[in-house]
C-alpha cells in the first residue's frame, strides 16, 4: 500500500483528502493536530511516532526529524544501494507528502519559524521524480483526481507540485529573513540583502503593449489593495491601467478634503480639491481635457449621482474610488468599457526597485513632508493665507509628476503641469501653456531648484505671484533676484522630490 504523509497547520480540505486516499488503498501517516481531526472523522491513521519510534519531543519542535521519515522521502527505489539500506533500517518509501508551514507572517515570532516542514517540503520536492509534495490546498482535487483515474501522481504534476513546494518555501524563508531585518534593535534602512517572494496574484488582459503579456505579482503572503478592490464592470485590466491607477490612487489619497486626480500616463492631468466630490472631479478634468481623455479618475469619497452624469461624457478608461452610489453606479456601468473600481486606501512599502541589469537599484520611498518648519520665504514678498494652501497643495501634486515637473495651481486646482522634459525650462513653458492664463495670481511649484532665471521669468509671464521649490542651486541668488523683480513671494523647501 503506498505511503501518505499529512502534516498541514492549515486544515481545509485534509480530510476530505485522507479519506479519498483511505479510499483509493493508500496507508495514511500523520501526527498531532492533524491526526487528531483525521481520526475524528474515521479514517485510519497511522501516528508518527509509530514508524520512528519516538514520540513529539521538545513541546512539539521535534517530530519528523528522523532517517525512518526523511529516508522515506529521499529514497531512490532505482539505486540498489539506497534499496539495500531500505530494508537494512526498516524505511518504508513515501510517496505523497502533503504539508503547509506554520503562518509565520500572521504572528512572527520564534515559535512559528517551522522546521519540520520545510524539511519536508525540500526533500520530497528534490526526490520529485518518486514522491509528490503538495503544499496547497487548491492541489488537493488535482492529486486526488490523478490518483483516482491512474493509481498514480504524473511525473509532470509532480514537477510542478516540486517547483511550487520550493517556492513556499522561498517566500516563507523571506518573510523570515525580513522580520530578522525589521526586529533588529537599530534596523539599517538599506539592509545588507532584500528578499523578495513574489506570488502571481492575476494575469492581465496585456502588457504595456498588446503584443506583450503581463501581470500583477504581490509579496507572497501578504496583500495590498488590488487584492482587496471590487471591479464591478468593463474589460479586464491591462497593465497600464494599473499602473496609472496605482499613481492616481496614491495621489488621491495624500489629500483629506474632497480631491480628485486624474492621470494620464502615469503622469496626473488634472487635480483638484473641491467643496464635494462632484465639484472636485469638474474642476480636475479642466486642468486639461484634452489630456484626460481615456485617462485614470481617481477620488477619496464615494462617487455620487452628480460627480457620475458628467463623467459619464467623457472617455475615461478607470475610475477608482472608495464607494459609489447606486444610482451613481448604474449611471457608471451604462459604459460598457468604463472600469469601475471600489478599493481601500494604499499601504506603504519598505523600498522602491527598479530593474537595473543584473539586478535592482533600491531607494527608500519617497514622502512629501508638509511640515512647513523647515521652509524658509527667501524673498521681501511673503505669502499670503490663501497663497500657502495653494502652495502646499501645488507641492503635493509636483511630486507626482515626473521630473522635470512644474506646476501652476490657484484655489487649490491645477491649471499647468509641465512633466517629464529634459529642461526645467519647457516645463515651465508646457506648464504655462496648458494654464491659458487661468493661473494668473496663482503659485508655481517645482519639484527640483531653478537652475536659471528663465524657469523663473517663464512663471512671472504666466501670472504667478508665488513660488515653492527646493533651492539649493548655485545661482539661488539670481532666482531671488528675479522673483523679487517681479515681486513674487518665493519658498524654499529645502527638499526636492525628482520622479523617473
Not at 240 to 258: H, K
Not at 343 to 355: C, E, N, V
Amino acid at each position: 500500500m503506498p505511503i501518505a504523509l499529512l502534516s498541514v497547520y492549515d486544515k481545509s480540505g485534509i480530510v476530505e483528502l485522507a479519506a479519498t486516499l483511505h479510499e483509493l488503498g493508500w496507508t495514511i501517516v500523520s501526527s498531532g493536530g492533524t491526526a487528531k481531526v483525521i481520526a475524528e472523522r474515521g479514517v485510519p491513521v497511522t501516528d508518527v511516532a509509530d514508524i520512528t519510534g519516538v514520540p513529539a519531543i521538545l513541546d512539539h519542535r521535534v517530530v519528523t526529524l528522523h532517517p525512518k521519515v526523511h529516508g522515506g522521502l529521499l529514497a531512490d527505489p532505482t539505486n540498489p544501494g539506497h534499496v539495500a539500506d531500505m530494508a537494512e533500517y526498516g524505511i518504508e518509501p513515501i510517496a505523497l507528502v502533503v504539508v503547509n508551514l506554520y503562518p509565520f507572517t500572521s504572528n512572527p515570532g520564534i515559535e512559528l519559524i517551522d522546521i519540520g516542514g520545510p524539511a519536508m517540503v525540500r526533500a520530497s520536492a528534490k526526490n520529485h521524480a518518486h514522491v509528490a509534495v503538495v503544499v496547497d490546498p487548491t492541489d488537493y482535487a488535482t492529486v486526488a483526481g490523478e490518483i483516482r483515474a491512474t493509481g498514480e501522481i504524473s511525473l509532470a504534476t509532480r514537477r510542478r507540485l516540486a517547483r511550487d513546494a520550493f517556492a513556499h518555501t522561498a517566500a516563507y524563508d523571506a518573510a523570515i529573513v525580513t522580520w530578522f531585518d525589521q526586529t533588529e534593535p537599530e534596523p539599517e534602512p538599506l539592509p545588507r540583502t532584500i528578499h523578495v517572494a513574489l506570488e502571481r496574484a492575476e494575469i492581465l488582459r496585456y502588457g504595456e503593449n498588446p503584443h506583450q503579456l503581463g501581470a500583477r505579482y504581490r509579496f507572497a503572503g501578504a496583500a495590498g489593495w488590488w487584492d482587496s478592490m471590487v471591479q464591478h464592470g468593463g474589460k479586464a485590466l491591462s497593465y497600464l491601467n494599473l499602473y496609472d491607477t496605482e499613481a492616481a490612487w496614491g495621489l488621491v489619497n495624500d489629500f483629506d478634503e474632497p480631491a480628485c486626480v486624474i492621470v494620464k500616463h502615469a503622469n496626473p492631468c488634472g487635480v483638484a480639491v473641491g467643496s464635494d466630490i462632484a465639484d472636485a472631479y469638474v474642476r480636475a478634468n479642466a486642468c486639461d481635457p484634452i489630456s484626460a481623455f481615456g485617462g485614470i479618475v481617481a477620488v477619496n469619497r464615494p462617487v455620487t449621482v452628480a460627480m457620475a452624469e458628467p463623467l459619464s461624457d467623457i472617455f475615461t478608461e478607470v475610475v477608482v474610488a472608495p464607494g459609489f452610489e447606486p444610482d451613481a453606479l448604474e449611471a457608471l456601468l451604462a459604459k460598457k468599457n468604463m472600469r469601475v473600481i471600489e478599493a481601500s486606501a494604499p499601504g506603504t512599502w519598505r523600498f522602491d526597485l527598479k530593474p537595473l541589469d543584473g539586478g535592482f537599484i533600491v531607494q527608500q520611498p519617497d514622502h512629501v513632508s508638509l511640515d512647513r518648519s523647515g521652509w524658509q520665504v527667501v524673498t521681501r514678498a511673503q505669502p499670503t493665507d490663501e497663497q500657502w494652501d495653494d502652495l502646499v497643495f501645488a507641492w503635493q501634486v509636483c511630486a507626482a509628476v515626473s521630473s522635470n515637473a512644474i506646476v501652476y495651481a490657484k484655489d487649490r486646482q491645477a491649471f499647468g503641469i509641465g512633466a517629464g522634459q529634459q529642461n526645467r525650462l519647457d516645463s515651465s513653458r508646457i506648464a504655462a501653456a496648458r494654464a491659458a492664463g487661468r493661473a494668473s495670481g496663482g503659485v508655481c511649484a517645482s519639484d527640483a531648484f531653478f537652475p536659471f532665471r528663465d524657469g523663473l521669468d517663464a512663471a512671472a509671464e504666466a501670472g504667478i505671484e508665488a513660488v515653492i521649490q527646493p533651492g539649493g542651486s548655485v545661482r539661488d541668488e539670481e532666482v531671488v533676484q528675479a522673483a523679487n523683480e517681479h515681486g513674487i513671494a518665493m519658498v524654499f523647501t529645502n527638499e526636492r522630490h525628482f520622479r523617473h
